[in-house]
């Protein structure tokens, strides 16, 4: 399969999902202001979102949505410990911060990065985000990730959305328990490797 990604966007968390799961992948970066892939076609082809993540199987198929791609990664490689079973409490809990991140968190950073938002506007929304982070900062308390001590796919979301507040002028050094989770995923072998090729593409 391929996953067509940008350095250090939100496909990031597909990315170390790929990787934790040893799934045989090739990365595709794909250039969001050319809407054009490294391999030279037109993204908008393959995806009219014109956005990443987006997961291409061997028999041609698409899947998009990034906190969705991750789930069919995990569960397609049989990790539970990643994703609970259908049915069981323990998978709502991890469905729950998987919707959180994806419209509380990542979508609030959205209007920091367009150039046609005012300052007014950027300012409200960076004090938005800073309580929301307060607040996960707070379930992080006494436990190594989101939903206990088990990593899982939802700690891969928020670890590569929470790696977007330096660039927004955000910070986060005085959540302790947030540092504490951002430590723990950055010893993670799936972390470092998708860390190491994003930056490598990046440079590229
Ligand atoms: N709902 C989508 C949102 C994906 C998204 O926001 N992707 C951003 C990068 S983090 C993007 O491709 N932005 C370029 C654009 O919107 O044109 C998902 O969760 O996968």
């Known amino acids: 399969m391929k996953l067509f990604y940008s350095p250090g966007a ?6 170390i999902i ?8 090739t990365l595709v970066k794909v250039d969001l202001g050319q809407h054009q892939t490294q391999e030279g076609g037109n993204y908008y082809e393959l995806n ?18 990034g906190p969705v791609i991750a789930q069919y990664i995990a569960e397609q490689a049989g990790r539970q410990d990643l994703l609970p079973p259908v049915g069981s409490f323990a998978r709502y ?14 979508k609030s950073f959205s209007p920091l990065f367009n150039p ?11 004090e938005q985000l800073g309580k929301k982070f307060k ?27 929470t790696g977007w507040a330096p660039r927004v002028g955000m910070d986060l050094s005085q959540l302790a328990h947030l540092q504490a989770f951002l430590g723990s995923m950055a010893q993670r072998d799936s972390v ?7 930056s490598q593409a990046k440079s590229a």
Do not use: M
């Not at 939100?10 to 990315?15: L, R």
């Not at 993540?53 to 041609?60: I, K, T, V």
């Not at 809990?93 to 990542?106: D, G, P």
């Open 116 to 126: 046609r938002y005012d300052a007014d506007i950027k300012a409200l929304f960076l």
């Open 192 to 198: 470092k490797a998708a860390l190491a090729a994003e």
């Open 93 to 106: 809990k991890v469905l729950e911060w998987q919707n959180y991140i994806t419209s509380e968190l990542h």
């Open 18 to 25: 790929l990787r934790e799961t040893g799934t045989p992948f």
């Open 135 to 161: 607040w996960v900062d707070s379930r992080l308390e006494g436990h190594a990730y989101l939903t206990g001590d088990t990593f899982t796919v939802a700690d891969a979301y928020l670890f590569a959305v």
């Open 48 to 65: 009219p979102k014109g956005q990443v993540p987006l997961l291409a199987l061997d028999d041609g198929s698409t899947l998009s949505e």
């Open 10 to 15: 939100c496909s990031q968390a597909p990315h």
